[in-house]
């Protein structure tokens, strides 16, 4: 039996950054399968967000900074102005996907732009740091120039906005649980054990049935 876990998520969220550690101890020891799910917060063409604006000083000053700290995780609002576009990332992404590497790129991603501050809108930055998770540099450059993966992408984001109703990120969905924001190790703890044990619990359910003919 396996849980399956998706993680709605975009780059740019710092919450986001911050929600990987708790669920990369819950899942420790697990039969679990985690696919990050792409949500653009701002696509292109919307403006984007400026570091240096009231908005995400007053949002990481209040509410960022003191949760990384609680939760012993470096974290830094980049300096990057305005915030880059997350669609090239994404469309990478994809790539990493087919080539099992999807989780791997994902956490390379998030860190390089909330730890590091790189600017992961540019495809120089993108490629180097796409090679350092094991990928073929010249290959992922080629799929982000050519824009192969877009109408992947845009079917992720169409089902995440219409078909998952996702409107905050991050939300997780474990098993046919949904919960959004970033939670702690236990909570997620204890929504796998439920799924587990409602997968359990179903399994015994139809072991127990007959059919119409009798058993």
């Known amino acids: 039996m396996t849980v399956k876990i998706k993680v709605y998520s975009d780059y740019v969220c710092p919450f986001c950054f911050l929600a990987e550690q708790p669920l990369e101890e819950a899942i420790k020891g697990k039969n679990v399968e985690v696919e990050w799910m792409p949500y653009e917060l701002r696509p292109y063409p919307n403006e984007t967000l400026k570091p ?3 908005y995400l000083q007053s949002t990481w ?3 960022i900074y003191p949760m990384a700290e609680r939760m012993g995780i470096d974290i830094v609002l980049p300096k990057v102005s305005p915030q880059p576009y997350t669609h090239l990332v994404f469309e990478g992404y994809q790539y990493a996907k087919e080539k099992d590497k999807g989780n791997e790129y994902n956490d390379r991603m ?5 730890q590091e501050e790189q600017d992961i809108g540019n495809i120089d930055v993108l490629t180097k740091l796409a090679g350092e998770v094991g990928l073929e540099e010249k ?3 080629e799929a982000l120039t050519t824009r192969r993966y877009k ?5 992720a984001l169409k089902h995440a906005y219409e078909e998952a109703n996702i409107t905050a990120v991050p939300t997780f969905i474990i098993g046919d649980t949904k919960i959004a924001g970033v939670r702690s190790k236990e909570t997620l703890e204890q929504i796998i054990k439920d799924e587990l044990d409602k997968q359990k619990s179903q399994i015994s359910t139809e072991g127990m049935t007959c059919g119409i003919d009798g058993c």
């Open 151 to 155: 109408d992947a992408h845009k079917k």
């Open 61 to 63: 000053k209040q509410s």
């Open 110 to 114: 998030l860190r390089a732009f909330f």
């Open 139 to 141: 290959e992922y450059r």
């Open 52 to 54: 240096e604006g009231h």
